[in-house]
């Protein structure tokens, strides 16, 4: 996970001993056995793409301690598995215990577990919860310990166990390869580097082909994804993303035309090959060094930085967004870290892409979502590029939960599945439709199919006649107070929104938009805005709006406000 809070867990240094290399056709036999191993004596593997385990331990006829390999050239992170199990005995009780996570705290008390398929039932699924502990164990230096309980059913079967769903390099590339093969105008892949094992660092870009020769300026949207290997989720999302993207559904189609996305499906190419969970074949968390990247140690990050800063030099081209895909160990749901900036305007502005996405997906949540400027997170991408990129760019890190996510209807956690993280990347996807209509680069057609429509009370619809008929004008100066009042009024009513309602908050910004265009009313002053902030303070709004319980979203009329700001410097 790129950014994580002060309680969610810390990384442990102590093994019993150092554990290197993935155990190959590992046959586990009790002590003093010689000869063939019997039908029973399990034998294991991790010899495969994204395969980690490092060593295993017979204990009894029942029991067996596992050892997690650690990334290659960093002892410190002990978290992702993936390995099978083969030669056992029909109805063969065992009990695995995973006894090195160098996690202190982990999902698994929440109620996780891990995944299971087998050569017969070749979909994932979930060890039963009510089989699964997760505990500190003094037989081993107090490392906590998973252990779970399983049975074997069928002799001829391979078994194959997992922390999460795997998405492997080959998958990614067989994926593109399927897309490259559909000739569509407006997908194009193309190598941006090589790792250092000789992998692809593949750049994918959607748009309309006349984007890509722009006469004015165009917007970028940069999403980039598996940073840290072990994330599994990400890939998920950021494959449903790109489905989204490339389909035929109106908003996709409305998108391209407009925006330019460009898409780093996998960042670390070879720490996803060697089964790591954070690190690079090289040991290096490379979301701590986007600030100073390295051609040879960090030859992905370099790539991707200069390709960025090329955009951000480019008259031509604006990059809005850069969004960093990453899955988290200890909270649920899907949640956004961003950036605070000294720029009140700035901050307020980083606020409203949560809004809408937490308005599209029932999954995101605002009470994990947080915006800081950690000195520990300086070197991730988020930060630095927050830093380097022009100051009208977004830069967050999207979270999505290794387990589950609740909803505010029913409270109870629903456990993520392949299909729930891609539509999470679809949703977010959608959500843009919505911010670029905020932002008047969008017109009001199509629109998001998630979100409600506007009612019968549409301003856009009315012509200037009819407006006359209904509503006063405002073009005498003596009557310049009474339009300010009116407004604020008009702004208060439409901030009392109930809790269950909160997806039509979106198109409260539209409509409040578009009345105050149509009064013609000039900005505020400050005395007027004080008067007015006094009494928008009175309202008890929920606490949902707040962010980790400190930081809040200012209330819908300040963000009109600046909304209005930002449109008046466009047009003069």
């Known amino acids: 996970m790129a950014d994580k809070k002060a309680d969610s867990g810390s990384e442990s240094d102590s093994t019993d001993e150092p554990v290197v290399g993935n155990v190959s056709k590992f046959a586990v036999v009790p002590p003093g056995f010689t000869g063939r191993p019997k039908k029973g004596h399990l034998i294991f593997d991790a010899c495969f793409e994204c395969g980690n385990l490092g060593r295993v331990d017979y204990i009894t006829e029942f029991e067996y301690d596992l050892f997690i390999r650690p990334d290659t050239c960093n002892p410190r992170f002990r978290v992702w598995f993936n390995f099978t199990v083969e030669n056992v005995k029909a109805d063969q009780r065992v009990i695995f215990n995973l006894v090195n996570f160098s ?20 979909k994932w699924v979930r060890v039963p919860a009510k089989h699964v502990y997760y505990y500190r164990c003094p037989d081993h230096r107090k490392n906590y310990v998973m252990s779970f309980a399983f049975i074997f059913d069928k002799e001829d079967d391979v078994y194959q166990f997992s922390y999460c769903y795997p998405y492997s390099y080959t998958r990614l590339q067989n994926y593109l390869d399927n897309l490259e093969k559909r000739n569509m105008d407006y997908f194009s892949r193309e190598l941006l580097c090589l790792t250092v094992q000789q ?23 940069f999403v980039s994804s598996r940073v840290h290997p072990g994330e599994t989720p990400a890939s998920f999302v950021c494959q449903g993303f790109i489905d989204f993207l490339i389909s035929n559904h109106p908003v996709a189609k409305t998108l391209r035309e407009h925006i330019v996305f460009k898409v780093v499906p996998m960042l670390n190419p070879d720490g996803v090959y060697l089964g790591n969970y954070r690190c690079s074949l090289m040991g290096f968390d490379l979301n701590r060094h986007w600030q100073e990247p390295s051609p040879w ?24 967004f850069f969004i960093d895909l990453h899955a ?36 995101f949540s605002l009470a994990n979502t947080n915006f800081n400027r950690d000195a520990v997170k300086a070197g991730t991408g988020r ?4 830093g380097c990129l022009d100051e009208s760019s977004h830069c967050y890190t999207l979270e999505v939960s290794f387990y589950s996510y609740q909803t505010s209807s029913t409270g109870q956690a629903m456990p993520y599945t392949e299909e729930g993280y891609m539509k999470l990347g679809r949703n977010l996807a959608r959500t843009f439709i919505d911010y670029y209509k905020l932002a008047q680069v969008i017109s009001q057609k199509p629109s998001s199919s998630i979100v409600p429509k506007p009612l019968a009370y549409r301003m ?26 009116e407004l604020i009024r008009s702004l208060d009513r439409e901030i009392v929104i109930s809790e269950r309602d909160r997806s039509r908050e979106v198109y409260l910004y539209q409509r409040t938009l578009e009345r105050a ?25 929920s606490s949902d709006l707040t962010i980790n319980s400190t ?22």
């Open 460 to 485: 856009r619809d009315r012509n200037v006649q009819d407006r006359s008929n209904v509503e006063p004008q405002y073009d005498d100066k003596d009557n310049e107070k009474e339009q300010e009042k």
């Open 328 to 363: 988290h160990s200890t909270l649920m749901n899907g949640f956004m870290y961003g950036n605070t900036y000294d720029d009140i305007d700035r901050y307020e502005r980083q606020s409203v892409f949560p809004k809408l996405l937490c308005a599209n997906a029932e999954d």
């Open 383 to 386: 930060r630095t590029l927050g």
């Open 199 to 221: 992998r692809r660092l593949d750049l994918i870009t959607i748009t309309h082909p006349d984007n890509l020769y722009p006469e004015e300026t165009k917007r970028i949207v």
């Open 517 to 541: 265009k149509s009064l013609r009313i000039r900005q505020p002053s400050s005395s007027q805005e004080d008067r007015y902030s006094g009494a928008r303070r009175t309202y008890n709004r």
């Open 551 to 572: 930081n809040t979203f200012n209330d819908v009329s300040t963000n009109i406000r600046l909304q209005l700001r930002e449109r008046d410097r466009r047009q003069y």
């Open 297 to 320: 140690a960090h030859p992905t990050l370099y790539a991707t930085k200069n390709l960025l800063m090329e955009y951000d030099r480019d008259e031509k081209l604006l990059v809005d």
């Open 103 to 122: 996690k202190t705290k982990s999902l698994y008390r929440e109620g996780m577990s891990p995944f299971v398929k087998s050569t017969s039932r070749p």
